[in-house]
């Protein structure tokens, strides 16, 4: 049963995802009789704004400070988005047991969704990019490969911006090269 494992989200190989058993409950909010509480925290792909450094950091500190304050594990752990390199999709949720005497994370659940974000440029760039790892598939066709063989099973596919409007798109350098992306985008 998906909803019952673990899946190892930092593995070094995108070839196999570890799992590990989990017994299925629902996390609860810490009382007086509890040393611990359970915290919601997004995690994003180090690889989700390309080459703009700085940008990731910009968004998980906006993340952290918007969120600051709402929990009573927030004075032993300050953290609501972190940022690492996922093996498949730009965002997962997870729920951390966090012990509250020492801030430790005692336990780590996945939650059951994934988003993958693209704005129209980058979808129209990753239709004719070849996939390196996964020849003879195309880079996207390799990323929703990758989503689907995941155990998590509500996937949300994100498209920012307008798939109408050429402006939208980089002009690769021929004259109507932004028509043919965008035939790329809609079809």
Request: aromatic share 8%; charged share 30%; glycine share 4%.
């Amino acid at each position: 049963n998906a909803m019952s494992d673990i899946i190892d989200i930092t593995s070094d190989s995108d070839d196999e995802l570890q799992v590990q058993a989990l017994q299925p409950s629902i996390p609860h909010a810490a009382s007086s009789a509890n040393s611990f509480d359970w915290k919601i925290v997004l995690l994003m792909d180090l690889r989700e704004f390309g080459t703009c450094t700085g940008i990731n950091d910009v968004v998980k500190d906006k993340i952290d400070k918007y969120f600051h304050g709402r929990s009573p594990v927030d004075r032993i752990y300050p953290l609501y988005c972190e940022k690492l390199t996922l093996v498949s999709a730009d965002y997962m949720f997870v729920a951390r047991k966090i012990d509250l005497a020492t801030g430790r994370i005692l336990e780590e659940r996945v939650l059951d969704l994934i988003i993958e974000r693209k704005n129209v440029n980058d979808l129209q760039q990753c239709l004719i990019k070849p996939s390196k790892k996964y020849k003879p598939l195309g880079f996207f066709e390799a990323q929703m490969y990758k989503l689907q063989q995941c155990d998590i099973p509500n996937k949300l596919f994100l498209l920012e911006g307008d798939e109408d409007d050429p402006r939208e798109f980089k002009n690769m350098g021929n004259p109507g090269e932004t028509d043919k992306q965008l035939k790329r985008v809609k079809t």
